[in-house]
């Protein structure tokens, strides 16, 4: 079993920042990558972005390139989701996801979730 927390979210006006992060404890040595998704109210859960462990080869969506970047620090077990230039669309609560797998984008290949945290963007 792997164990993930996220932390870091919060209210933000638009054009503002955030930075997410998500521990991983457990059997982390099974994770080939880890994932970030976010599901609006009313909305489907929606792949955000994804990070291999080892090589560290970032995924991203078309709406959150050039804004968004993941990174992770192995040391800690840790993966991180930087949000820049923030819109009201990103509004959502974000989970992150653990995969032992190559389909990073598909939601359904994640076989460990965290609990999520709420990013509250105010326009």
């Known amino acids: 079993q792997v164990q993930l927390v996220e932390s870091g979210g919060g209210l933000v006006q638009a054009g503002g920042s955030l930075r997410l992060s998500c521990a991983a404890s457990?059997?982390?040595?099974?994770?080939?990558?880890m994932g970030w998704f976010r599901q609006a109210p009313g909305k489907p859960r929606e792949f955000v972005a994804a990070i291999t462990w080892s090589g560290g080869n970032t995924y991203y969506v078309d709406s959150v390139k050039g804004r968004f970047t993941i990174s992770r620090d192995n040391a800690e077990n840790t993966v991180y989701l930087q949000m820049n230039i923030l819109k009201p669309e990103d509004t959502a609560v974000y989970f992150c996801a653990a995969t032992s797998t190559i389909l990073l984008t598909t939601m359904g290949e994640y076989a460990y979730w965290g609990q999520g945290t709420q990013v509250t963007v105010s326009s």
């Open positions: 457990g059997r982390t040595f099974s994770i080939y990558a």
